[in-house]
């Protein structure tokens, strides 16, 4: 497995060229998935060359850490483990309030959970979730200065921010990454976070970088989801809007059906091709998924493939919200 480097300097981190998403394990793709299965798919991605994996407090809440502190007991001195803080989630209970919470206080709280349920001394990538806008950015940063000063925390993220958020937590504590939405479907970031983590030496890890789904060619308009999967709620896979999309799955199936791989592997390569400090996190717990997913480091767009896609990209504009409205506002782009 190749490596990428998110940061510069000081905050600097070595990971997996791809690592792996692993919140569908637990919530939000409908049912979680069984335990033993999930720990054995973890520890074939780690057999695989996977170093970097990506959980949060908030996906179960609390199951998801629980898992994947298990499954990479055996390995913490090979691999990176990220995790993430800012939702109003009571630290006791487990219990999901509205909205979110990046107080000092409840930091100090989450990190606290965080680090009993992976069974760790020290997290290697801490996020915040989500942008809480009754609590300066500054103010965040300093309490993740803080945890690093003590030995808590190694490096410091933010999640789906805004170009002048990132800049002022920067200020503050140097950002090793920044996590947010981007795909073939979703190229928003290339505006203006971009840019910006360019300039300021700051690695960008994608989730969702085949769609939620939809870039593997295995969803359409007839597809039915489980009642607790998220994308029931999501704009962007409702039945019409899923008809008009397909365009875009059928130029990645065309670009596939060339390079002998699958429509996954090439929305996968892609990104790889973008920068060499971006890391695309794909969630699966299947292991046929893992493995086709791990398959895109060997596919290699060329330029003129690379611009035969984003010309073609350009005429195909996404339909529908990538978010429900709720979420979209919590988000800081």
Known sequence: MQKSTLGKGRSALEVSALGLGCMGMSSSYGPPGDKKEMIALIHEAVDRGVTFFDTAEA??????????????????NRVVVATKFGFNIDPATGERGPGTDSRPEHIRMAVEGSLKRLGVEVIDLLYQHRVDPAVPIEDVAGAVKDLIAQGKVRHFGLSEAGAQTIRRAHAVQALTAVQSEYSLWWREPES????????????????????????????DEHTAFDKTDFRTMVPRFAPEALKANMALVDLVRGVATRKAATPAQVALAWLLAQRPWIVPIPGTTKMRRLHENLGATGVELSVSELREIDEAISKIPPQGARLPEAALKMTGL
Not at 63 to 76: D, S
Not at 202 to 216: D, H, Q, R
């Open 59 to 76: 996906y179960g809440p609390f199951a998801n850490e629980i898992v994947v502190g298990e499954a990479l007991a055996p390995f913490r």
């Open 192 to 219: 203006e976070i971009l840019p910006t983590l360019e300039e300021l030496g700051i690695g960008f890890v994608c989730f969702s970088p085949l769609g939620a789904g939809f870039l593997t060619g295995k969803i």
